[in-house]
């Protein structure tokens, strides 16, 4: 046995020290971002022949570093789409890197991969999947809906095969305008055309619209991608129409519920929801609203066996893998090597139960409503549209980018939250993203305070 040197133990205790103090942080400061120009002066030089040690590079990062990182868990934060790992998952997350895991295949990470299942099953079941439904945690929302993609494409081109059909001369994946750039992006990657159809009046994809672009693009089309909960306004599409019109035609349904689909876990809210039971395939990042840390995207399809069609790495050093017939995660998409990034999330649901995730997404819903009335009765302000998870949207009368943009420096700069503008339709508008449970109403109320004083400020 080899001794655990005294430097090994004095570096470790004073990392976990550190981890201790920000996972316990009351008041933790939103921070600001510097320029590379300022960086370079308060911290260039630490990657030297010898190295500076533990104490001088962890006080680099303490001192210089951190507090130019945007604390996404702050409560002020409500731009994007906010972080708020539970107390638990971030504990947890300590665990997961300090085992050294490999979660790429059961041989090597049975335990670990186990529990990661359980959570896919969970989710599964929640969202109406069959018993057979299976996944796995990838990266991102961006690496789940590339993942997914790949997978119905795959299917389309075997079928193609199987009956002797040429495949067409450019696949094409249908999905609303509204969409996120991830689709784009994952299209761009496969070499494929994207059909962005524009939604209605009322933000979402309806079934019409997609059977019209389905007639026009005939067998081209191989996948069709419903969105549960916009990006931009928390919108979901008419899913259960969209489910007929795709069924009938044996095209792929995916639905990218990256942010919006964890919504389903609050029972008044299932209605909205109606046909994500038909999907083939579904994500939902557990890093923004299931309240675990960076990174995490649980990837979920219905018949997990066109994923390993699609997906398995073949090599003669790693087939030993596939023996003894168990799932890999790593062969479920995009990926070899992964952490056991599902962990945190497991142990987090497990020590809580799942009553109080459903209860903390439902806090963000009702806060939502609540401040679009308050946004909605305010002189000056204007509601875009009525929010339906998370994602309120508006407007300050007569304000350009400008006006904006100057408010939006100084409301970080004070260290009161951070809001950037956003853009809808061409016009600028302002958008609260309410993920973190400890947002309040009056901190929201707050914000809003000085908007009307700079409006004032702006007049006068
Ligand atoms: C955030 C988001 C994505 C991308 O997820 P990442 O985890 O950032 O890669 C995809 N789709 C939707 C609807 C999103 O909100």
């Given at each position: 046995m080899h001794a655990i040197s005294e430097e090994a133990r004095r570096i470790v205790e004073s990392v976990i020290d550190y981890s201790r103090r920000r996972a316990l942080w009351q008041d933790i400061p939103l921070d600001l971002p510097d320029s590379p120009e300022r960086l370079a002066l308060r911290?260039?030089?630490?990657?030297t022949r010898t190295g500076i040690g533990a104490e001088e590079a962890l006080r680099l990062w303490d001192q210089?570093?951190?507090?130019?990182?945007?604390?996404?868990?702050?409560?002020?934060?409500?731009?994007f789409i906010p972080s708020a790992p539970s107390k638990a998952s971030i504990a947890f997350d300590l665990i997961v890197s300090a085992s050294s895991?490999?979660?790429?295949s059961w041989l090597e990470g049975a335990g670990a991969v186990y529990a990661e299942n359980e959570v896919i099953a969970w989710l599964a079941e929640e969202f109406g999947l069959p018993p057979e439904a299976g996944g796995v945690f990838v990266q991102g929302g961006t690496i789940g809906n590339l993942s997914a993609l790949v997978a119905a494409r795959d299917v389309a081109r075997r079928r193609n095969a199987a009956a002797g059909r040429p495949n067409p001369s450019r696949w094409v994946v249908v999905c609303s305008a509204?969409?996120?750039s991830s689709i784009a992006s994952a299209a761009s990657v496969m070499d494929i055309d994207v059909v962005g159809i524009r939604p209605g009046a009322d933000g979402r994809l309806h079934a019409d619209a997609v059977e019209r672009a389905l007639d026009e693009h005939g067998e081209a089309v191989f996948a069709v991608v419903a969105t549960a909960?916009?990006?931009?306004?928390g919108i979901i599409d008419d899913i259960g129409g969209i489910a007929d019109a795709v069924h009938a035609r044996d095209v792929w349904l995916h639905v990218d519920?990256?942010?919006?689909?964890?919504?389903?876990?609050v029972e008044e809210m299932r209605p909205a929801y109606r046909?994500?039971?038909?999907?083939?395939s579904v994500i939902v990042d557990p890093?923004?609203?299931?309240?675990?840390?960076?990174?995490a995207c649980a990837l979920i399809y219905r018949d997990p066996r066109a994923a390993l069609r699609a997906h398995t790495q073949h090599a003669e050093y790693l087939d030993?893998?596939?023996?003894?017939?168990m799932v890999n995660p790593?062969?479920?998409?995009?990926?070899l090597t992964r952490r056991a990034r599902g962990l945190p999330l497991w142990f987090s649901l497990a020590t809580y139960g799942t009553e109080e995730y459903r209860s903390a997404i439902g806090y963000g819903i009702a806060l939502a409503r609540r401040i679009a009335d308050e946004i909605a009765a305010r002189p000056g302000l204007t509601l875009v549209r009525e929010p339906q998870l998370s994602v309120v949207v508006f407007r300050v009368d007569g304000w350009a980018s400008e006006d904006y943009g100057r408010w939006s420096e100084r409301l970080l700069e004070r260290q009161h939250a951070f809001v950037v503008p956003s853009s809808h339709d061409g016009e600028p508008v302002l958008r609260f993203a309410i993920v973190n449970p400890q947002t309040s109403f009056d901190l929201l109320c707050s914000i809003l305070d000085t908007l009307v004083e700079a409006r004032a400020d702006r007049a006068a």
């Open positions: 911290a260039s030089g630490s990657i210089e570093l951190a507090p130019t990182c945007l604390s996404t868990d702050h409560p002020g934060y409500l731009s895991i490999y979660g790429g509204e969409s996120h909960g916009t990006t931009n306004f519920g990256a942010y919006g689909l964890a919504g389903m876990l046909g994500v039971e038909r999907a083939d890093h923004k609203w299931l309240f675990a840390p960076f990174d030993t893998l596939a023996d003894g017939g790593s062969d479920l998409a995009v990926q």
